[in-house]
């Protein structure tokens, strides 16, 4: 029998370097202070982990890269573990399944998937967590081709809070598989996920950047394109002041642009006709209109997408708000530009438009909490507190864009878009909730993970 002396990793308290390495967030507006910190590397080292925290009468909250520690519940009550569980990225490219460790960034997937001809549903950023994006639904950049990311997961092994060991797909337990996919979080640690790959033999991907001055010429022919846009096409626009920084082209921190980035996918051979005819349907007219300060839009391999969307790839403090919205037809375009462009000043680093339907709109069958987005566009706007505003500021800004945009808010939020605990949430409805907070009593009946629940996905906080 195991001890939890046996196996705890370092539990860790507030100064010691390994409590720092633990905690650390990608978003520094929004560090995390728990009571005890560890990073676990093993099954074992998380049992422990979780044993220490009920011997000690504290909570357990887990997470990874802390892309989302600007949503996380505050921690002091609690021991939090950070699951950097060993092993690599396997695939398999006969089933299409790559089983995924807890601790892996999606750039990590996309290079063991790409040599065998093969994607993953992974979002704008490399480095963001594979777990933590799934268990949230993930709009990959893929996303109206896959629909929500979280449709790909197969199986989920994780260890809930009796220490039990368990690997869940959608015949071993059908209802904690469908809380655990997209059903708010708290049912206990992820030590690896498996993911369904899609063929892919080529893209044309890129970005391309003009002077925000062009924006009201050019938003309305992009939304008039993602009304009848293909199901290969998944793209976004932004407005985006960016900072006079080395990384940052000069050309494009002299002034406020506008970026339209995104993805056409040739999953065959046979494809790659027709996607290069796609690209050129959405980029020739906007071409047309004024000539990019900037155009990286090109073909390529899978490998290329994570580098499409330009995220920071180092930690940066981030404050910002999320809306889905409904179709804006022009007078929602004009309501976004007055309150994004035209304007002396923003304090928005960037307020972007995500294109959503095709796959992401429709019910799927077997589908967990969380299937779809009934919504046609993501909004998200953040800025960077010190740089372009204050915090006060950003937080007005963010809430003069929510009020532009509220007629055509739908109420629903997507969770890995949600920027702060304090914002409206609304990723389910109140009988997936109920059914949500089922699997949590009979997984996690003290309730051991509770911190970890999404607001508004538990009836019970
Ligand atoms: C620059 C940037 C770009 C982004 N791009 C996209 C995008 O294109 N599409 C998209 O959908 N989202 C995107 N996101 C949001 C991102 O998907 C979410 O923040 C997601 O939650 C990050 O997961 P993580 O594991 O990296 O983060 P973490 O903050 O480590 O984890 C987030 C939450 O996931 C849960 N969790 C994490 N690991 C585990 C585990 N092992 N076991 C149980 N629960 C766990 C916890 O509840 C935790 O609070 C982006 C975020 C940033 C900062």
């Keep these: 029998m195991t001890t939890v002396d046996e196996h705890s990793a370092d539990l860790t308290r507030h100064g010691e370097a390994a409590y720092e390495a633990a905690t650390r967030v990608f978003n ?37 890269t802390g892309h989302a520690s600007a949503t996380a519940r505050p ?73 929500l990311a979280v449709n790909s997961v197969r199986a989920v092994e994780l260890v809930t809070a009796d220490g039990g060991q368990r690997r869940v797909d959608a015949y071993s337990d059908p209802e904690l598989f469908w809380a655990l996919r997209g059903g708010g979080g708290g049912f206990g640690v992820v030590t690896a996920v498996e ?36 199901r290969e096409a998944t793209t976004s626009v932004r407005v985006m002041n960016l900072p006079k920084l080395p990384e940052v082209p000069e050309i494009l921190s002299a002034g406020p642009v506008l970026c339209l980035d995104g993805v056409v996918v040739a999953p065959g051979d046979e494809d790659t006709a027709r996607a290069r005819r796609q690209a ?41 708000d999320h809306l889905l919205l409904r179709e804006l037809g022009d007078d929602g375009v004009a309501e976004f530009l007055r309150a994004t462009v035209d304007r002396p000043r923003s304090a928005l680093t ?24 009934d919504a046609r566009f993501a909004y998200s ?30 109420g629903r939020t997507a969770p890995t878009f949600v920027a702060s605990l304090d914002q409206p949430q609304g990723h389910l409805d109140a009988d997936a909730v109920l059914a949500a907070d089922r699997v949590r009593t009979r997984v996690d009946p003290e309730g051991l993970f509770r911190g970890d629940i999404a607001p508004g996905c538990s009836a019970a906080r």
């Design 75 to 147: 921690m002091e009550d609690a021991l939090l573990i950070r699951t950097e569980p060993d092993g690599e990225v396997a695939v398999d490219p006969r089933r299409r399944i790559a089983r995924i460790p807890a601790g892996t960034r999606w750039g990590a997937v996309v290079e063991a998937a790409a040599p065998h001809g093969l994607a993953a549903p992974h979002g704008s950023s490399p480095t963001v967590g594979a777990v933590g994006y799934l268990l949230g639904g993930g709009l990959s950049m893929y996303a109206r081709h896959t629909g």
């Design 195 to 230: 993911v369904a790959l899609f063929p892919v033999t080529g893209v044309i991907t890129g970005a391309a950047f003009w002077p925000a001055a062009q924006a009201a010429r050019l938003l309305p022919r992009w939304r008039a394109w993602t009304e009848r846009a293909p």
């Design 350 to 373: 960037v307020a972007e438009l995500r294109q959503l339907g095709g796959g992401l709109s429709a019910p799927v069958p077997g589908a967990g909490a969380l299937g779809h987005l």
């Design 28 to 64: 520094l507006f929004a560090p995390v202070t728990p009571a005890a910190a560890v990073t676990a590397r093993s099954t074992e080292e998380i049992r422990a982990a979780i044993a220490h925290a009920r011997a000690h009468g504290l909570g357990v909250r887990v997470h990874t």
């Design 381 to 410: 706007g953040a800025g960077v507190p010190g740089f372009g505003g204050t915090e006060e500021e950003i937080r007005a800004h963010c809430a003069e864009v929510r009020r532009a945009l509220s007629p055509w808010d739908t």
């Design 280 to 320: 050129d349907e959405l980029l020739a007219p906007l071409r047309a209109v004024a000539d990019p300060l900037m155009d990286t839009w090109h073909e390529a391999g899978p490998l290329a997408v994570p580098e499409t969307h330009m995220d920071p790839p180092e930690p940066v403090p981030v404050l910002g």
